[in-house]
């Protein structure tokens, strides 16, 4: 095999062809370009929502009102508000390797403070949410087990909060009213951001669940429970034995609660991205081999056009592997080129995408390698139907050929 | 003597493409010696690229033995064939056959890159220089075929031929597509080589152009019917100054009132 001059054989006819080079490659540029975007801008979600739901906190097991089973005119979740704070003191009470839970009490409300009002959610939890949350202050303190039993005025607010009603000075001292009821305001949040659901995780007013239950939502049920076990590998027992204790206080009637860990909630936010990347990567994937085929295409048009040609090579003395390699190299060149071209043009749209969207946009080796490998791939596979078939020719033939 | 360069024992070769069978050389012997110049002439359809294809290793025979330089060339198979083409044999094709938008100097460096041996690259650019050299356009090595008059297309096409230093000059109707003065600057190239010691063998419809060479076969019906040496043959550069006597007269006659 005369791999050196064969090698310079195809550079040579390469260049004597550029426009048709050019053009060959081109399928190749836009197919690695488009997988380069689409599984940069793929990898992007995945890796905004997996910190979004680390950020959520570690071990966590939620209990929501009402049950996903739905079944005849049975409702989703919180549809039967049957979930109290003596189910939470349940669980904390008697399942083993519980280490915090939080009762929470949604509600929106209009908040006002020194004449400024704002629509905010407030928040009724106990004061493990801010652990089981991986949840700082940046000031002040979180109210105590006593506030919360003696259904205490006080209140811890996010940054959003904090920069709506007291622009310029700090929010911790002053007092804000909801419902007309005035919460002191005992400890400011450090900003957390936004959730993988995109809603501002620091546009929010923390109060015990008790003060949210009696003076601002008026409910004597939860929204839901936060519970965080001690180690992962505890979480499907606890699971277990919440659901089993659940049960067992609702004497036999039918279940109206939902236990999720924060895996599985995780899981299906994921599973989104994952199912979105898997997506873009397809139809990425999909032009990557319109492009092998375009590349396939020209190379047999080529070898048409140039039967003269191998009919020379052929006549001075190229063997029949000589031609197919020159041919091979040549789709491999061109591909390859396309592909490197191509993981430019990709990285760059990525880049102009995440600088005009603001979206995260995280551009892969592995799929630079795996791009680049799969164009040389594409390369010699549609390059070998072509190469053969002009290894194949008859040299006289091939220099009758007009 | 000398062992013959060729040596052709009973040679044919039947076409058996489509219906008919076409037998388009029918028990051809021939023996052609070191130094030799010989030109096959013939009317179309009388088989003489058909033994020239034969003679230059891209076709193998129907039937009958063929010693190429002392090996039985009827027993190698594709590649080796290939390799008899690139080590022992030079082309010129009537059409020149030069690679489009490539230079001469790669057109004559091609024969090299499929040399058994690998030759480098200062070597092959040396040699493809001497050989443009020999056909006296070194200083055109940089142009493209389109850039270049027909007999200068042939001159590198001659140049290709020659760079692996063969045996044996094949040239089926090297000047067929060339006019008469171009024609006898070829010759003269082919003349200037067989001084040098190379055997060519050429094919030619035009007397003119056969009377250039030492030997005249003519081809009937795919046999040899005649074999003679050329008495008196003509001499290139005798010719070309003739022939440029010849116009100078002609302007002169033009131009008189
Ligand atoms: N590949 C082929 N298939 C069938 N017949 C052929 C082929 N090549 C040549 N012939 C026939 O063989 C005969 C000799 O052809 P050729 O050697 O080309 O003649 P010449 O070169 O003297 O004009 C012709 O009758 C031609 O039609
Ligand atoms: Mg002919």
């Known amino acids: 095999m005369r791999l050196v001059a064969t090698t310079i054989i195809a550079l040579r006819a390469l260049r004597r062809n550029k426009m048709r080079s050019v053009l060959t490659a081109l399928g190749m540029i836009i197919g690695v370009g488009a997988v380069i975007a689409m599984v940069s801008i793929g990898n992007g979600a995945k890796v905004q929502v997996e910190a979004s739901i680390a950020s959520l906190g570690q071990n966590i097991i939620s209990v929501f009102p009402g049950t996903l089973t739905t079944g005849g005119a049975r409702g989703g979740w919180g549809s039967a508000s049957t979930l109290t704070p003596e189910d939470a003191l349940a669980i904390q009470a008697e399942i083993a390797g519980v280490v915090a839970v939080s009762p929470e009490v949604r509600d929106r409300q209009q908040v006002l403070s020194n004449g400024l009002n704002w629509n905010t959610s407030i928040n009724g939890v106990s004061p493990d949410f801010l652990s089981i949350r991986d949840w700082g202050l940046a000031e002040g303190v979180i109210f105590t087990d006593l506030e919360v039993r003696s259904t205490a005025k006080v209140a811890v607010i996010g940054q959003t909060v904090a920069d709506q009603l007291f622009p310029g000075s700090s929010p911790v001292g002053q007092t804000l009213r909801i419902r007309n009821?005035?919460?002191?305001?005992?400890?400011?949040?450090?900003p957390k951001g936004f959730n993988y659901f995109g809603s501002d995780q620091d546009d929010t007013v923390l109060i015990p669940y008790t003060s949210a239950m009696r003076r601002v939502a008026r409910r004597t049920t939860l929204s839901s429970i936060l519970i965080q076990?001690?180690?992962?590998?505890?979480?499907?027992?606890?699971?277990?034995?919440?659901?089993?204790?659940?049960?067992?206080?609702?004497?036999?009637r039918e279940p109206d609660f939902t236990?999720?860990?924060?895996?599985?909630?995780?899981?299906?936010?994921?599973?989104?991205?994952?199912?979105?990347?898997g997506l873009l990567g397809a139809i990425a994937g999909v032009s990557l081999i319109v492009g092998g085929i375009g590349i396939m295409n020209i190379m047999l048009v080529s070898v048409t056009e140039r039967t003269r040609e191998i009919g020379i090579r052929l006549a001075i003395g190229a063997h029949d592997h000589d031609i197919r390699l020159q041919f091979l190299i040549e789709a491999m060149v061109l591909s390859l080129m396309g592909g490197a071209l191509g993981i430019l043009i990709g990285v760059g749209a990525s880049q102009i995408v995440s600088q005009l969207n603001g979206w995260?946009?995280?551009?892969?080796?592995?799929?630079?390698?795996?791009?680049?490998?799969?164009?040389?791939?594409?390369?010699?596979?549609?390059?070998?139907?072509?190469?053969h078939k002009a290894a194949k020719l008859d040299p006289i033939e091939a220099l009758r050929f007009e | 003597?000398?062992?013959?360069?060729?040596?052709?024992?009973?040679?044919?070769?039947?076409?058996?493409?489509?219906?008919?069978?076409?037998?388009?050389?029918?028990?051809?012997?021939?023996e052609i010696q070191k130094g030799e110049f010989i030109a096959i002439m013939g009317s179309s359809g009388s088989g003489?690229?058909?033994?020239m294809n034969t003679l230059g290793c891209l076709d193998r025979p129907t039937r009958g033995s063929y010693l190429l330089d002392g090996i039985n060339v009827s027993a190698l198979n594709r590649n080796e064939l290939a390799d008899m083409r690139n080590q022992k044999l030079g082309f010129v094709f009537q059409g020149f056959n030069l690679l489009s938008r490539t230079s001469a100097l790669e057109n004559v460096e091609l024969p090299m890159l499929y040399a058994p041996r690998r030759i480098s690259a200062a070597e092959m650019r040396e040699r493809a220089m001497h050989s443009l050299e020999i056909v006296g356009l070194a200083a055109r090595h940089d142009h493209l075929p389109n850039q270049l008059s027909g007999g200068q297309q042939q001159r590198v096409a001659i140049a290709r031929a020659l760079v692996n230093r063969p045996q044996l000059l094949l040239a089926d109707e090297p000047t067929g597509n060339l006019d008469t003065?171009?024609?006898?600057?070829?010759?003269?190239?082919?003349?200037?080589?067989?001084?040098?010691?190379?055997?060519?063998?050429?094919?030619t419809h035009e007397l003119d152009i056969a009377h250039f060479c030492k030997r005249n076969l003519i081809v009937r019906d795919g046999l040899v019917v005649r074999d003679e040496l050329v008495v008196n043959r003509s001499i290139a550069a005798e010719e070309m100054k003739k022939h440029l006597a010849a116009e100078t007269a002609a302007k002169l006659t033009v131009a008189a009132p």
């Open chain 1, 181 to 190: 009821i005035p919460f002191k305001i005992i400890g400011l949040l450090k």
């Open chain 1, 229 to 252: 076990s001690t180690t992962q590998n505890q979480m499907p027992r606890i699971q277990q034995e919440i659901t089993d204790l659940l049960q067992q206080r609702r004497q036999g």
């Open chain 1, 259 to 277: 236990v999720r860990n924060q895996m599985e909630l995780a899981e299906a936010a994921t599973a989104t991205s994952r199912t979105m990347t």
């Open chain 1, 360 to 387: 995260p946009v995280q551009v892969s080796s592995a799929s630079i390698i795996v791009a680049f490998v799969f164009s040389g791939a594409v390369g010699i596979g549609f390059g070998f139907y072509p190469a």
């Open chain 2, 1 to 30: 003597m000398a062992a013959p360069i060729v040596k052709l024992d009973n040679i044919h070769k039947i076409y058996a493409s489509g219906e008919v069978e076409v037998h388009a050389v029918r028990g051809i012997s021939l």
């Open chain 2, 48 to 51: 003489k690229s058909t033994l």
């Open chain 2, 181 to 203: 003065k171009t024609s006898v600057e070829v010759m003269g190239v082919f003349q200037k080589l067989n001084d040098a010691g190379i055997t060519i063998v050429m094919v």
